[in-house]
């Protein structure tokens, strides 16, 4: 296995990965700015206000991206099976 494969693969696995994470993380981005945006409009400074919103919204996105990151997961890990023989070769 060269060092050039080994790189392209960490660079494909960390694609994935943002792929992967980016609903979930732009969700809670956008809940935790509206509950920013409240909290500074009405002067409620309660710790657990900003927390509840950012968990539900991520389950949220849990459950409807879902099906869609576990179908680009399970390409990349068939991917990797699928061309194995030719990168250790």
């Known amino acids: 296995m ?3 494969l080994v790189i392209q ?5 960390l694609m994935m990965v ?3 994470s980016a609903p979930m993380l732009g969700l809670g981005l956008i809940v935790g700015l509206m509950v920013s945006i409240f909290q500074a409009t009405t002067s409620i400074q309660e710790q657990t206000l900003a927390f509840i919103p950012k968990i539900i919204a991520v389950f949220v996105a849990i459950l409807i991206f879902g099906p869609w990151m576990l179908r680009l997961m399970v390409e990349f890990v068939t991917g990797i099976f699928a061309n194995l023989p030719q990168r250790i070769g």
């Open 2 to 4: 060269s060092s050039e």
């Open 9 to 13: 693969l960490a660079q494909e696995a």
């Open 18 to 20: 943002m792929l992967v």
